[in-house]
């Protein structure tokens, strides 16, 4: 099997060689599906709070008597039928967090970066190359690259040049290495990675070496 590949983009050309075990990955749709459930539930704040009936500020004394009006019966005021009364079954605070154990996460992350390889969308950057912040050589350099659609940018510390270059592109997300989750990189039509980006993934997708490391997880 040909040991995967990706290309340089911008001033420097040729291709760079990946890691066969993190680049190489089959892709599981159901491990993949469940990662990005996970990451986008955990973003989720689950703060949406409303007051019940008996909670409003208003009074609970019936609106008028039971009988002799003319008018329907009617109870308290703050009965969720009316107007600036309580929610009836409304949200209250709560978690919405998925549990995902490392193992399915690095797997998932794996799956997710060797369909950019397969698709030929993973490109590498020579960070070098911006000397300072130029939104019009980041044009110039994404623009070449690919068949368009929405682009991740995976930077590290240090390469701000870069990172100031490219926010500013509609359709473009910079984040660094440290961030990247794999709903950003199986949401993204195009993936980006300086080398310094691209060796912190290959790190955080494989198991580390001694405790907690199988055989199977490294397959």
Not at 46 to 61: C, D, E, I, K, N
């Amino acid at each position: 099997m040909a040991t995967p590949q990706a290309p340089y983009i911008g001033s420097k050309t040729g291709n760079v060689d990946l890691d066969e075990a993190v680049f190489g990955e089959a892709f599981h749709e159901p491990l993949v599906h469940r990662a990005v459930v996970a990451e986008l539930n955990a973003r989720r704040r689950g703060t949406a709070s409303t007051l019940t009936r008996g909670q409003v500020a208003m009074t609970g004394a019936k609106a008028w008597r039971q009988k002799g009006t003319g008018r329907a019966r009617a109870g308290a005021l703050s009965s969720p039928q009316r107007t600036g009364g309580g929610i009836a079954f409304g949200p209250k605070p709560r978690g919405y967090t998925v549990k995902l154990n490392r193992k399915e996460r690095r797997r998932a992350m794996r799956a997710a970066l060797s369909v950019h390889v397969d698709r030929g969308s993973l490109g590498v950057l020579d960070t070098d190359a911006f000397t300072g912040p130029s939104t019009k050589q980041a044009f110039e350099i994404l623009s070449g690259f690919g068949d368009g659609g929405r682009a991740l940018m995976v930077l590290v510390d240090g390469e701000e040049n870069a990172a100031l270059s490219f926010r500013n592109l509609e359709g473009v997300t910079v984040l660094r290495a440290r961030e990247v989750g794999v709903a950003d990189v199986i949401g993204a039509a195009r993936l980006v990675a300086s080398p310094a980006a691209l060796e912190q993934l290959t790190k955080a997708a494989v198991a580390p070496a001694g405790r907690g490391a199988t055989a199977e997880e490294g397959s």
